[in-house]
């Protein structure tokens, strides 16, 4: 059986133009044949637990994930026992409303020394606008000031943000824009460094759950964190935005997406990295904002998240000499998995970056789309 199992990934990979233990950049090094039977029993999960592992490498290892997604192997192999089990996970459960705090937890409070060495000087960590940038800090900073933009901010204006990380959008908005702005977050650790590096800007960052949260705002953003709200919480989350918007404000979506409508992610990121984490698709998100609110604009730049993961990745590596001792090499190789696998999704187009512009009642006159 294990021979079959082999003969058959080395085929498969074959037409992908990936040759097992080849000498090109993308080709998988095989290092303990056990990879096989663990692909084809545990698919993706199996793929990326056995390279934390060790039991094989790649040089170029988003090239060689690349070739993979595109070719669309993952739907050869027909027993996915690990997929199988996510999805009736996140058909049973609400793991986003009962356990709100777990992603936080385990990712987010990870450590401010990785992502302030992985991460641009502003602590951005979401999607970067490259359209006209040419290094990570000025495609974080053009993708603020595109959401500034986006959203007509102007001075004295109340803006909140929704899942506000390290606070590096609620400072630029107050510096250049002038507004006083609330960010939340559940991340312990995301919220003391905004209110520690906030200075005396008008803004403050407040540990606290989003449908916990009162008040009304001019502005509403929410950037990176809808992709831990979960299908059965979409109708709810737009509730409660439009409930603390203004009547003539506006609401910017700023969030990863995939083209089909799923119950749950992919299980080696799930366990690994964002728990509980799923992507919404167009027919879930308009769905779940049917009378609520209005579309203005919708905007997918999601092959510029190839870059922002690339950068990442870059600035991680570099930094591992002096990250090395608290983190361990599995953690290392379950990071790089991790970022150079997601850069392969975005460019294989699996997945996107969409920012979506709302308003209440929709905008007298209409609304010009910036970009």
């Known amino acids: 059986m294990s021979e079959r199992f082999e003969q058959f990934i080395v085929d498969l990979l074959a037409q992908c133009g990936i040759e097992v233990n080849g000498p090109r950049p993308w080709d998988i090094q095989v290092h303990d044949k056990r990879l096989y039977r663990r692909i084809m029993t545990q698919g993706s999960l199996g793929l990326g637990e056995a390279y934390m592992d060790g039991w ?75 359209r006209e940038a040419d290094n990570l800090a000025d495609a974080q900073e053009a993708k603020l000031d595109l959401i500034c933009r986006k959203i007509g901010l ?128 167009p027919r879930q998100v308009s769905d779940a904002f049917e009378s609520l609110l209005v579309m203005e604009d919708w905007h997918n730049f999601g092959a510029d998240y190839d870059r922002t993961l690339m950068a990442w990745e870059a600035n991680f590596h570099a930094a591992w000499p002096d990250l090395k001792e608290k983190y361990g090499e599995r953690f290392y190789r379950m990071w790089c998995y991790y970022l150079l696998s997601c850069a392969a999704i975005f460019r294989a187009r699996w997945v996107h970056l969409w920012q979506i512009v709302f308003s209440k009642h929709g905008l007298k006159g209409g609304y010009r789309s910036t970009r």
């Open 154 to 281: 102007k001075e004295g204006m109340r803006l909140l943000d929704i899942g506000s990380g390290w606070g590096g959008l609620i400072k630029f908005a107050a510096e250049r824009y002038g507004v006083t702005a609330v960010g939340i977050t559940v991340s312990k650790e995301q919220a003391a460094y905004a209110n520690d590096t906030r200075g005396d800007l008008p803004i403050e960052t407040r540990l606290i759950d989003y449908m916990a949260l009162e008040g009304e705002f001019d502005r509403i953003v929410s950037v990176g964190m809808f992709e831990h709200v979960g299908f059965k919480n979409y109708r709810k989350y737009f509730g409660k935005v439009s409930e603390l918007l203004t009547d003539d404000g506006l609401f910017l979506l700023h969030t990863i997406g995939g083209s089909l409508s799923r119950s749950h992610g992919d299980p080696w990121l799930e366990k690994y990295i964002f728990p509980n984490g799923m992507l919404p698709s």
């Open 56 to 130: 094989w490498d790649a040089e170029a290892l988003d090239e060689f994930l690349y070739r993979v997604l595109v070719n669309d192997v993952q739907s050869k192999i027909r027993i996915d026992f690990a997929l199988a089990v996510s999805t009736i996970k996140g058909i049973i459960f609400n793991r986003q409303r009962s356990a709100p705090a777990e992603v936080a937890e385990k990712h987010y409070d990870r450590g401010n020394d990785l992502y302030e060495r992985m991460l641009d000087p502003r602590m951005i960590y979401s999607c970067g606008y490259w």
